[in-house]
């Protein structure tokens, strides 16, 4: 998450604990040219941002924002987006740039009226989780990142740099446990597989998986991963979730939301035994892109999940739908001096039927043990080999 800067420096914050926590989210500087957009995790990412006019049916005021920079070398931030209501009458201009591509609000996107805020809070803490992986001896850090439940038999979206790790954990030559946990204080509950993660992301930033400053743009920056096992044994529950919602600008600027996560940066204890999970009511401020015309990241402003651990928390609209997941966020030296972005669902949905054909939906379709499996014996193995190249 990014805006028109230079790099995105992503702080993996050390948090003091038995074992010694890492926690994820990218910070990104601000100081990038016009057509590069940037949203930083743990983990590099880069893309091209340019302008974008979002207009509204109903009067409103002017609101600008900018895109995510991209990750070293071309280290750019995003350009600012500008959102107008149709009813503003702007004096005609003659112009030789091509027109600024338009974003228009969806009217009445849902049939039933909006939910009230605190049923919104308590369903998105039943639904966010906090993935929690250490290593027994070796290079390897601990690391803790946040992730949410879209779907009953416990699939789980959260940011290709928190699951890297559980892939790393797939593999019985690397001494690393990973475990899925909820609760405030987090307590581990599950073991977790990789479902699916980009390999186009692993691809350009697997060399900085155990880095101190890894730098992204956010781009491609997603994954999903399944509970395939209960850390007692016990029959896996039918989990509760928030359903996505993949509709471009589904969260416009302007609207209310609500972001939740487990952030460790500044928890000043024990990440593995007092881990809290927090979140905010807010409201979607800027419109990002990675691409010319496409809303790809959301920028949610200074909340308390802005801050390492983050990665791969919730943003849930006022009808409790998750509208995208948390994965950068502006440098600053406290939550209240950084802005928090976070990829939509809509671009993550896109960027899955470009890299496997198949829709987000379609993927919760189908038999989800099954699809684990087949990408742990196929791409997974494949992918899993870039890291254990580098950990030689």
Request: glycine share 8%; with cysteine.
């Amino acid at each position: 998450m990014s805006l028109p800067r230079t790099p995105i420096y992503i702080d993996l914050a050390i948090l003091a604990i038995t074992i010694g926590g890492l926690s994820f989210l990218i910070h990104q500087n601000e100081s990038v040219p016009p057509q590069h957009v940037a949203v930083a995790t743990t983990t590099q990412v880069s893309a091209s941002a340019a302008a974008i006019i979002a207009t509204s049916s109903t009067p409103g005021t002017e609101f600008t924002s900018s895109t995510p920079a991209p990750a070293t070398p071309a280290t750019k931030e995003p350009t600012p987006i500008v959102v107008k209501s149709e009813q503003e009458s702007p004096t005609p201009t003659v112009s030789t740039e091509p027109a600024t591509p338009q974003i228009q609000r969806i009217e009445n996107p849902y049939s039933s009226a909006p939910i009230a805020g605190e049923e919104i809070n308590i369903a998105a803490r039943a639904a966010l989780v906090n993935i929690f992986c250490y290593p027994h001896g070796g290079s390897l850090r601990p690391i803790s990142g946040s992730g949410v439940i879209i779907d009953p038999r416990g699939v789980i979206l959260t940011n290709a740099h928190v699951a890297q790790y559980v892939l790393l954990s797939q593999d019985p030559s690397i001494n690393l446990e990973c475990f899925v946990r909820s609760g405030s204080p987090a307590v581990s509950h599950w073991i977790p597989n990789v479902l699916y993660i980009p390999s186009i992301w692993v691809s350009k930033h697997a060399q900085d998986f155990n880095a101190d400053h890894a730098t992204g743009t956010g781009e491609h920056d997603y994954a999903l991963l399944l509970m395939v096992k209960a850390v007692d044994n016990s029959p896996l529950p039918a989990f509760p979730y928030l359903a996505p919602d993949t509709r471009e600008a589904i969260a416009f600027v302007g609207d209310p939301v609500l972001v939740a996560s487990y952030p460790a940066e500044f928890a000043g204890g024990s990440t593995q035994f007092n881990l809290f999970s927090a979140t905010s009511f807010s409201e979607v401020q800027k419109f990002l892109t990675f691409a010319t015309s496409s809303v790809d990241v959301i920028s949610v402003g200074s909340v308390i999940g802005a801050q390492g651990g983050s990665s791969g928390g919730a943003i849930v609209n006022a009808w409790n739908r998750l509208v995208g997941i948390i994965t950068t966020t502006s440098e600053g030296a406290t939550t209240g001096d950084r802005d928090l972005r976070g990829v939509t669902l809509n671009y993550i949905n896109r960027d899955l039927i470009t890299q496997t054909g198949n829709s987000l939906t379609r993927i919760l379709s189908g038999n989800v043990i099954t699809q684990t499996n087949t990408f742990a014996a196929t791409e997974g193995k494949i992918l899993l080999q870039e890291y254990l190249k580098l950990l030689k």
